[in-house]
């Protein structure tokens, strides 16, 4: 049987890895097609994808702190991680370190 705890931090790795990468990419490439170049469909579609994938990261969070105990205090900075760029990247470090 698989362990529910691993297989929901995994999840919230491999989502929060995602959710990074489409923050990055709407920053760095999606934005500035928008404003330098007059593509603003690349924000269009590149937005839609991190809005999904942020909600997606946002219930994975929600369910690891569920199924493996998280603290208010992970979870909370779990959720801010995901606001900064490159933020999520350092979450796995975040969650193993021990307190």
């Known amino acids: 049987m698989i362990n529910d705890s691993s297989t929901s931090l995994k999840r919230l790795y491999q989502v929060g890895f995602?959710?990074?990468?489409?923050?990055?990419?709407?920053?760095?490439i999606a934005m500035p097609m928008k404003y330098f170049f007059r593509i603003p469909l690349a924000v269009e579609v590149v937005g839609m994808?991190?809005?999904?994938?942020?909600?997606?990261?946002?219930?994975?969070?929600?369910?690891?702190?569920?199924?493996?105990?998280?603290?208010?205090?992970?979870?909370?900075?779990?959720?801010?991680?995901?606001f900064l760029p490159f933020g999520t990247f350092f979450l796995e470090k975040y969650i193993n370190k021990p307190n």
Request: avoid cysteine; charged fraction near 10%; hydrophobic fraction near 60%.
């Open 18 to 28: 995602g959710e990074g990468v489409s923050f990055v990419v709407l920053l760095g």
């Open 49 to 82: 994808m991190h809005g999904v994938l942020f909600i997606a990261y946002v219930i994975a969070l929600l369910n690891a702190k569920r199924a493996n105990g998280l603290s208010a205090k992970v979870t909370a900075i779990a959720f801010l991680l995901s």
